[in-house]
C-alpha cells in the first residue's frame, strides 16, 4: 500500500503528536489519516468558500480511534472553520443507536459511539 498524504502537513499540535503515535504503530493507518484529514481540509476550504455571509454550514462527523489513538475529527472540524471565519453556533452530541449500514472496519479501529452535529455559520 502506498502513503497517500505527505508526512509534513501540520493538523495542529494534538493531532500531529497522536498521528506521530499511530505511525509507531503503524505508518500506513497514519497516512491514512493524514489523508482523511487532508480531505477534509480541503472540503471546509470549499464550504467556507462558497457559504454566504450569514449562511451555515452543517457537519456530522464522528470521532475515531486509530490504533489505540482517539483523533477527536470535530474538535479538528472546529479549529478548521475557525480559521476560515465560521463560527459554531451549535454543537450537538447524537448517541449511534443501530448500525444497520455499517462497513467493515480495522481491527484496531474501535466503533464509534457517538457522532457530532456542529453547525457553523460565516461572518
Known amino acids: ?5 505527505s508526512g509534513n502537513i501540520s493538523f495542529g499540535s494534538k ?4 498521528l506521530e503515535k ?5 505508518p500506513v493507518r497514519a497516512a491514512i489519516t493524514r489523508e482523511y484529514l487532508c480531505e477534509m481540509r480541503k472540503c471546509v476550504d470549499e464550504l467556507s468558500r ?7 454550514v452543517v457537519m456530522i462527523v464522528g470521532n ?6 482517539i483523533v477527536e475529527n470535530d474538535a479538528f472540524l ?13 454543537w450537538l452530541l447524537d448517541k449511534i443507536r443501530a448500525r444497520r449500514l455499517m462497513r467493515s472496519r480495522h481491527e484496531t479501529a474501535g466503533l464509534i459511539d457517538y457522532e457530532s452535529i456542529l453547525v457553523f455559520r460565516k461572518q
Open 1 to 5: 500500500m502506498k502513503i497517500l498524504a
Open 15 to 18: 493531532i500531529d503528536g497522536q
Open 22 to 26: 499511530i505511525e509507531k504503530q503503524s
Open 50 to 56: 462558497i457559504a454566504m455571509p450569514g449562511g451555515r
Open 64 to 69: 475515531n480511534r486509530v490504533a489505540g489513538e
Open 78 to 90: 472546529i479549529d478548521e472553520f475557525k480559521a476560515r471565519n465560521l463560527s459554531l453556533d451549535l
